[in-house]
């Protein structure tokens, strides 16, 4: 049996900074002149532990002749696992440590799991360099999580966010129905999510102002789509980037027409 780990330490090594990172709403929108935003989809069946909360932070749905599943949909800082976060800079550490978002903030957990589902995450993943050794500080115990404001700040975010999350699911389960047959191929053959645009997103709840968030996105979309253009492993990243650019071109210019 391996040994349990409750303590744990970053070094900032930098080498968790890389990749997607989901976002609360307030903090993609606050970053989103730093980060390439999307909503990854991500279909949990019903059965599995992570259901319950999953439904309470996402949406559920009940396909024809199957059982109910539930879906997070998570606002996303799209970026492929090669490529580091734009606010990590040369030297390895963060550049907006005062403002990073609270996903950040909570590593190495996890508000998307019960609290008491969250030993794993304490394990550094290949390459980290995360201190887990005696000498660092104690974070979970009796599957409590010591020092939780962060965890409860992010929790809390996402609770209260849920709302808006449904009725932009409602919008585009209604005007995309392909996306409810992808969900239930996730739950058939497990892996892969259903990515969406910002776009999308911006027109079905329409309260957001359109024009600045879009006029803010587009210069980092343009820019991932710079990086990703020699490289055809990220050829699906550099396609979205690019279309989703086109996307927030019209918004920021039919907003200031109008």
């Keep these: 049996m391996s040994?349990?780990?409750d303590r744990f330490r970053c070094t900032a090594c930098g080498k968790c900074c890389y990749g997607a990172l989901p976002l609360t709403l307030d903090d993609a929108l606050a970053h989103a002149g730093r980060f390439p935003l999307a909503l990854v989809w991500t279909a949990v069946p019903q059965g599995v532990k992570s259901f319950p909360l999953t439904a309470k932070l996402g949406i559920t749905l009940k396909p024809k002749k199957r059982p109910q599943?539930?879906?997070l949909i998570a606002l996303t800082a799209y970026i492929p696992e090669v490529l580091p976060c734009p606010a990590l800079s040369e030297s390895g550490l963060c550049d907006i440590q005062e403002m990073k978002p609270l996903r950040?903030?909570?590593?190495p957990f996890?508000?998307?799991r019960e609290e008491a589902d969250q030993a794993d995450l304490l394990k550094p993943r290949q390459g980290w360099l995360c201190d887990t050794s005696a000498s660092a500080p104690l974070v979970y115990e009796n599957k409590r999580i010591v020092e939780r404001a962060d965890f409860e700040l992010e929790r809390a975010a996402l609770l209260t966010q849920a709302q808006v999350m449904q009725q932009y699911a409602d919008y585009m389960l209604k005007y995309s129905p392909w996306?409810?047959?992808?969900?239930?191929?996730q739950i058939i053959k497990p892996?892969?999510?259903v990515i969406t645009s910002l776009s999308s997103f911006l027109t079905a709840t329409k309260k957001l102002d359109s024009t600045d968030i879009a006029g803010r996105q587009l210069p980092v979309l343009l820019s991932f789509a710079e990086r990703t253009a020699a490289l055809p492993e990220l050829a699906d990243y550099h396609r979205n980037y690019l279309g989703w650019g086109k996307e927030m071109s019209y918004l920021a210019g039919r907003a200031c027409a109008e």
Excluded at 104 to 107: A, E, K, L, S
Excluded at 179 to 185: C, Q, S
């Design 3 to 5: 040994a349990r780990v």
């Design 69 to 71: 599943i539930a879906v």
């Design 104 to 107: 950040c903030r909570t590593m």
């Design 179 to 185: 996306i409810a047959d992808h969900l239930v191929a």
């Design 110 to 112: 996890y508000p998307y």
């Design 191 to 193: 892996g892969g999510h």
